[in-house]
């Protein structure tokens, strides 16, 4: 009984040991195609993160898709281009997406996060709408930046945060096949959880 005892403690030290602890909240969106860590900065976009977090934790985010893809050779010579995959509970729960408030808009301006290579930012049409949808740039997406070109209102999207593990997965997702920048089929988000 005390070997077993002694096995038991020293499997839950090792297990204790091999925990992470990371400085930023890292999450995990678990999808049909592979696994994207991202990394999310609280300290610079803190209203995004929180509510962002909220809808993890909720559960909001189980067996949801990645159904919209937008690539720079597909778009019209007279628009600006960009690459992004986007994603949410849009097409899986449209009642949950729409009852829910939107997010106060956090600007490039005031956060520092730009639209980099990576880069995990809110979808949204006006300031203030944002919510459950949400993209990741594939490249640099200066236009989704204050400023920019990608929204008439010049606002930009709220960035918080950036893919550290599975950009690769990401530009597979973006090469799938598409009809008019819809995923088809959209790929299943399984779950995000946290790390």
């Known amino acids: 009984m005390k070997k077993i005892y002694l096995i038991l403690i020293a499997v839950f030290i090792l297990q204790s040991c091999s925990h992470k602890t990371y400085k ?19 300290d610079k976009a803190p209203i995004t993160v929180a509510a962002f ?25 007279s628009a600006f281009k960009s690459d992004i995959i986007q994603g949410g509970i849009w097409e899986s729960n449209n009642s949950k997406a729409s009852s829910l408030a939107g997010i106060p808009h956090e600007t490039t301006q005031k956060t520092g996060l730009l639209h980099k290579n990576g880069t995990i930012s809110l979808a949204r049409t006006s300031p203030g709408t944002a919510n459950t949808e949400f993209f990741i740039c594939i490249g640099d997406q200066p236009s989704y930046d204050y400023g920019g070109d990608a929204n008439p209102d010049k606002q930009g999207f709220a960035a918080f945060g950036k893919v550290v593990k599975g950009m690769d997965v990401v530009r597979m997702i973006h090469d799938q096949p598409d009809y008019n920048g819809n995923l088809r089929p959209a ?7 946290r790390l």
């Open 24 to 42: 930023y909240p890292h999450l995990e969106i678990r999808t049909s195609m592979g696994d994207i860590e991202l990394e999310l900065y609280p």
């Open 53 to 77: 977090l909220s809808y993890v934790d909720s559960g909001f985010f189980v067996k949801c898709s990645l159904y919209r893809v937008l690539k720079s050779e597909d778009q019209p010579s």
């Open 187 to 193: 790929i299943e988000i399984i779950n995000i959880v």
